[in-house]
Structures are given as C-alpha cells and as structure tokens.
C-alpha cells in the first residue's frame, strides 16, 4: 500500500497548516500491456488541447443520462494514449480545485461558493500530460455525491460507476479524518459488485478479486488542514498517520474563493502539499488499458463511455467483458479501415503512373498489402478468429481488382493513342485512294507491316499491346480484303489491256 501527502486549503492567516496522507491502491493483474497504433506513432498521433473543460456525460430530460457529442468529437481526434484521472467525493469538499491544479491552472472546473453542488454530471478536460510524452491527460471532474436535493440516490451510484469504469485513477476526495463516518461515506465502493459486472455468464460470480483486476489507481485524499501529523509530541510519517487518531484544532476556511485569491494570499504550505499531491498523481498515474493490457486512446475512451453510459440508462448493469467485445467490434471495424487507407492511399499515388506492367501493379499490391495488415495489427483488438483481418485482405484484393481494371484501361488509352499515330499517314493514303490500284494491296500489306513493328517497339510493355493490336488489324481487314478484290479486278483489267496491245 502506498500513501503520500494530501492538500488541504489554507488561507496565510498565520496559523500552521498540516497535511493528511492519500492513500492509494494500484491495479493487480500480471497482463502484459498490449501497444496500441497510439503507442507506436506517439510522435505522429493527433493530440487536443483545451482552453476549458466541457460537459461530458450529463443528465436528459427525462433523467437518464447521456454523453455529449461535443466531448466524444474532442475524444474522436486523441489518438495518443491517455491517462485518465477522475475525482470523486463528497459535494463541497473541493474536488474541483484539484483537478484545477492538476490542469496547470487557477480556474476551469467550477467551484462552488454556497451549499449547493455546483458541478453536474462530469465535466473533462484534455491537456498534454506534463510528464509523460505523446501522451494525453483526460481529467474528469464529477458531480459530488450525497446532494439530497438530487432525488435520486441511484444517481449517486452511477456517476461513481461511471468514474470507476472511465479511469485510470481515481482520487476519492474527502475531509477531516479517516475515521467510521469517512469509511460509511465510502459506500459506493461497496456497490461496485452490485453494479458492475465483471463477466458477462453467470459462470464464475463476480468477487472482489476479479475486481481488483480492473479497478483503477486508488487515491485517497483527506483535505484538513486543522490536523497535526503527531503522536505524543513526535512528528510521523503520513503513512503513520492511517494507524493513529490525530487531534483536531478548529481553524477558517475560504474554500468558496480559491479560484479568485492570490497566490500570495494562500499559504505557502499549503501550495507545497497542493504542488506535491500533483506530482505524485503525475508520476503514478498509469494509461488506461482494458483487459489484456490493450491501451486506450481517447476515442476508444469516447467509446467505452458511450457503451456504459446507454447501458446504464437502459437499466442495465455494465459489463466489463462486453464492453471489451465491444470495444473490440468498434477497434477492428476500424482498424480495418485504417489499413484500407493505407493501401488506397499507395495505390492512388501509383495510380498517377498508369499505365504500367501488371507486374508493376502486383507488386505494389503485395507492399500495400503487407503495410496495411502491418497498420491493422497496431490498431485491432482481439481478433481472435481473424475475420477482421480476413474482411481487411478481401476487400483489399477487391480494390486491386479495380486498380487492375483501371490500369488496363488507362494501357488501352495509350495504345490505342500509338496506334492513332503510327497508322495516320496510311488512314490518309486511304481516304485519297492510294490503294486503289494494281499492286496495291502489296503496298497495304508493307505499310501495315510496317506500323506493326514500330507499335511493338513502342508499346511492348503496355498490358493491353496484343488486344488493341488485334483489334486493329481486325478493323484494318475489312479494308485489306476491299483492297485486295479491287486489287484483283484492276490487275486482271490491266493485263487485258497489256494482251490486247501486243495483239
């Protein structure tokens, strides 16, 4: 178990502050992370920063709650890993000026002045995460639990859920000791099994254990700042602090006007231990990953919470494994489009070269296959059966079929314009009757002899050579055999005439 120190807020009024521990739990299970296309191109992957947070998940009309398709379209464009903290707690117990702090600014998420919670639903905001390259920091920040004027104590439940199954950290905020009443106001944890599922079968019940798998870095922060961290006038440790009961002095608080006081005007001590809660969130805070170490990057993210969220408010109860299968669907559907853009992309690029040997083509349809099944791997998700990668290679083998049909039709173009060329000098021959006289087809025959051999050289390597080649001299013997009968009947003529003279 691993503790570190917690922030509490201090006006600088001359009294001591004191800080009180976090207490935090890691995440078991020995899966190996799995590398994502986000890992592999973290240099190269689109990343989103935001001026503020946005409403994320918020409640309807009618109750249920919903995602916004503003923040899933922010979600959409982080393809970069992500590390998601989320803070839960208590209403007006100052969780929104953490995460304020966590995003490398005074205001952002809203801090209430009065009784009433003021965030509702939850709210996120995506930053470049400072310590950790090609990597986003997704903060979400929750509604406060325990409003009475809510209604709805289920809500309650689902936004806790929601921040369990969204994270990769979760930092419980509360304040004062951890003491019996802390420990009761902690009973959504409790619930977790009773509203979470872990398996999809009714095969092997969910317990503890299998959650254990699957719950996100556990933080506990204890905002107070009235205790001293002593025991019989000898300073402790904050991992001491969980094993002994600390005396309580009564101090003020301006919790309300954090965001608008200067920072001369806040505690120097506690600014430290605000400046330390944070690095230690940022050093320790892992990247999302689902079940079998596969990292999440922020549209994957939009997706889990869009699957959770219209489970819950179908009044079901989330899955994890059907949320992995069905994140798997969503990640191969588009892996495979990802792979079929690589290849279109190459073969588009080629397609500027047409016409060219059908070797040429084959060959790079082997090269853009092999990248695109490369670009697949990186993004699919448990395509266990292969049928995505299957799906991917079919339909690649289609758009080859295409490039073939068009690079053959292109090759025809080209032909039939060297032919066009070649053949113009004896087209104009015959439209003047040069040919039409005795021996004429004899000098037919040469010229199209003749035009066959410099339209070998020119277009011998065209895939289309022999089939236009065909086709012209087929057209070219309706005027062979016209010539030839003319041919005939003009040299049997002439002979006549020749005999009839000699008479």
Known sequence: MHRCAPVSPRVNDGCQSNTIPVKRQRQSGNEKPKKSMAQDEASA???????????????????????????????????????VVAVVGLYRTGKSYLMNRLAGKQTGFALGSTIESKTKGIWMWCVPHPTK?????????????????????????????????????????????????????????TDLTECIKVKSSDEDA?????????????????????????????????????????KMKHAPEKMSCL??????????????????????????????RLKDGYTVTGSVLGHLAKTYVDTISSGSV??????????????????????????????????????????????KHQDLSSTATQAFMKRSFRDTEGEYLKSLEEQTVKLFDGYVCQNEQASKKQCEKILSSLSAPMMKKLKQGFYTKPGGYDLFCKDLEVIGKKYNSQAKKQVKAKEVLDEFLKQKSVDSKAILQVDKKLTVKEKKIRGESFK
């Open 45 to 83: 992957s689109l990343s989103v920063t935001m001026d503020k947070p946005v409403c994320f998940i918020d409640t309807d009309s009618d109750g249920k709650l919903c995602v916004q398709q503003s923040a899933l379209q922010i979600l959409q464009q982080i393809q970069q890993p992500v590390v």
């Open 133 to 189: 390259a090609g990597t986003t920091l997704v903060l979400l920040d929750t509604e406060g639990l325990g409003d009475v004027d809510k209604g709805d104590p289920k809500h309650d439940t689902n936004i806790f859920c929601l921040a369990v199954l969204l994270s990769s950290t979760l930092v419980y905020n509360s304040r004062g000791t951890i003491d019996n009443k802390a420990i009761m106001d902690l009973q959504y944890v």
């Open 206 to 246: 969910d317990d503890l254990s299998n959650f254990v798998k699957f719950f996100p870095t556990f933080i506990w922060a204890v905002r107070d700042f009235t205790l001293e961290l002593k025991i019989d006038d000898k300073d402790v440790t904050e991992d001491e602090y969980l094993d002994f009961a600390l």
């Open 259 to 288: 965001e608008s006081l200067d920072v001369a005007a806040i505690s120097s001590e506690f600014l430290k231990v605000t400046d330390h809660f944070c690095k230690f969130v940022f050093r320790d805070s892992s990247v999302k």
């Open 318 to 363: 989330p899955c994890l494994e059907n949320a992995v299968i069905a994140m798997a669907m969503i990640e191969n559907e588009a892996a495979v489009k990802v792979g079929l853009q690589v290849y279109q992309s190459g073969m588009e690029k080629l397609k500027d070269s047409f016409p060219l040997e059908l070797k040429a083509v084959s060959s």
